[in-house]
């Protein structure tokens, strides 16, 4: 049991023994694999949230945190966020799937094309890994093509090399780093006559206005009539409400949405143009769950709130004086780490020169805010219920934490 800087009494052991449970019940212990705690803060870290409210969550010990994890992106507003809550509560009363769909898919849908600026239409899904391959699968079907060339992360289904995906999807999947143009060129010219699309997903340590990368990866997939394809799954509702594309003012023919649009309800989307939306009706994408109205219901509650209240302005402001504030004390105390990035989805950085040294430091810190009542992650991202106070209180705890020492 340790004592906090709040006074608080922390013991994380209830936390701790639900997780050896789970090993045996549940492969590495959770379905989402960037929800097991950190190698080296055993006995620190909380394993298990039992509640959140606004921007704070509870772990099952009872212990609070001031909470940047944000269900790892999903929650943009706050947890248990009114009017969100009261949207699915009263759809719960009238059933949540039936063997039709519900006036809200049409509904939600109108309000997507409203607010993506690539939409005319749209087809819900359940995760955002779905989304994706629902948008690889629709671009190879309208061209006719199998390569898609890939840059970032789309979620489990896209991945390759590894064990249980066969050699051969290597080669329908090349892949490109964030900003290299050049490299993207070349696997164009590689692949020419085979690629249906260039897919992307926006790379939160680079985003700044001035980044024509986006433009030029429009500008390569028109030059060689291919398909363009946004992943807005972590930058949609979060850098804009219409994500990258609007931010950028570069459109693609086809976009996916998940994380953020219902305020953590479970829902995604594949938006698009809508010569390539209807290939949707010669290829075959299709889940029972895909229009469930409570996560309908959620998204109707949580765009409403992004168009009544300015949601995306008090994000970037928060996560300003975030990450100004963070920057502020390492610099402060001479320690090579910083928070990078789109200040809305910040990236925690350590730049020693050494690559297990920034690990050792990481650890640390995390260790050390997580004692302190303060939850983060690599990715840290702000909601709508921070206010400036939720901020400043933890600056002072991330300041008393990097006081403590960040070398062990
Ligand atoms: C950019 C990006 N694309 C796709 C995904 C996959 O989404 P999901 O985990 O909902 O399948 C993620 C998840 O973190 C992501 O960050």
């Given at each position: 049991?340790?004592?906090?800087?709040?006074?608080?009494?922390?013991?994380?052991?209830?936390?701790?023994?639900?997780?050896?449970?789970?090993?045996?019940?549940?492969?590495?212990?959770?379905?989402?694999?960037?929800?097991?705690?950190?190698?080296?803060?055993?006995?620190?870290?909380?394993?298990?949230?039992?509640?959140?409210?606004?921007?704070?969550?509870?772990?099952?010990?009872?212990?609070?945190?001031?909470?940047?994890?944000?269900?790892?992106?999903?929650?943009?507003?706050?947890?248990?966020?009114?009017?969100?809550?009261?949207?699915?509560?009263?759809?719960?009363?009238?059933?949540?799937?039936?063997?039709?769909?519900?006036?809200?898919?049409?509904?939600?849908?109108?309000?997507?094309?409203?607010?993506?600026?690539?939409?005319?239409?749209?087809?819900?899904?359940?995760?955002?890994?779905?989304?994706?391959?629902?948008?690889?699968?629709?671009?190879?079907?309208?061209?006719?093509?199998?390569?898609?060339?890939?840059?970032?992360?789309?979620?489990?289904?896209?991945?390759?090399?590894?064990?249980?995906?066969?050699?051969?999807?290597?080669?329908?999947?090349?892949?490109?780093?964030?900003?290299?143009?050049?490299?993207?060129?070349?696997?164009?010219?590689?692949?020419?006559?085979?690629?249906?699309?260039?897919?992307?997903?926006?790379?939160?340590?680079?985003?700044?206005?001035?980044?024509?990368?986006?433009?030029?990866?429009?500008?390569?997939?028109?030059?060689?009539?291919?398909?363009?394809?946004?992943?807005?799954?972590?930058?949609g509702f979060r850098i804009r409400m219409g994500g990258v594309q609007e931010y950028y003012g570069v459109t693609p023919d086809l976009a996916v949405f998940s994380k953020g649009m219902a305020n953590g309800m479970p829902i995604s989307v594949l938006a698009g143009a809508e010569g390539v939306m209807r290939t949707l009706e010669r290829t075959t994408v299709s889940s029972t769950f895909a229009g469930d109205a409570l996560a309908l219901a959620g998204a109707k509650a949580t765009i409403a709130t992004y168009r009544e209240r300015d949601v995306v302005g008090h994000l970037w402001r928060m996560g300003r004086r975030l990450v100004d504030g963070v920057n502020a004390i390492f610099r402060g105390a001479d320690i090579p780490g910083r928070f990078q990035g789109c200040p809305t989805c910040p990236q925690l950085m350590f730049e020693t020169g050494e690559a297990e040294r920034d690990q050792r430091m990481r650890v640390a810190l995390l260790g050390g805010l997580f004692r302190r009542g303060v939850s983060i992650y690599n990715v840290s991202y702000v909601n709508f219920s921070h206010q400036l106070e939720d901020i400043d209180e933890t600056l002072n705890r991330w300041d008393d934490a990097v006081k403590a020492g960040l070398e062990r």
């Open positions: 049991m340790t004592r906090d800087v709040v006074g608080q009494d922390r013991s994380v052991e209830r936390s701790w023994a639900l997780r050896a449970e789970a090993c045996d019940l549940i492969p590495r212990g959770t379905s989402t694999n960037s929800k097991a705690p950190t190698p080296g803060l055993e006995h620190v870290e909380p394993c298990f949230i039992a509640r959140g409210k606004g921007c704070r969550v509870w772990d099952v010990d009872g212990n609070e945190y001031i909470d940047y994890r944000n269900a790892l992106g999903p929650v943009t507003l706050g947890y248990a966020y009114p009017a969100v809550v009261e949207a699915v509560r009263e759809q719960l009363d009238q059933g949540s799937v039936y063997g039709y769909p519900h006036p809200l898919e049409v509904e939600v849908a109108r309000m997507l094309t409203e607010v993506i600026p690539c939409c005319d239409m749209v087809r819900f899904l359940k995760t955002g890994g779905e989304a994706m391959a629902a948008g690889i699968k629709v671009a190879r079907a309208h061209t006719g093509r199998d390569v898609v060339v890939r840059c970032g992360y789309h979620g489990w289904l896209q991945n390759t090399g590894e064990a249980g995906v066969p050699a051969c999807f290597d080669d329908c999947l090349p892949s490109f780093a964030w900003g290299d143009v050049g490299g993207l060129e070349s696997l164009l010219d590689q692949h020419e006559g085979r690629v249906a699309a260039v897919s992307v997903a926006g790379s939160y340590p680079h985003l700044t206005p001035e980044d024509a990368f986006l433009g030029e990866c429009r500008r390569l997939a028109d030059a060689h009539d291919v398909l363009l394809i946004f992943d807005e799954i972590v930058t």
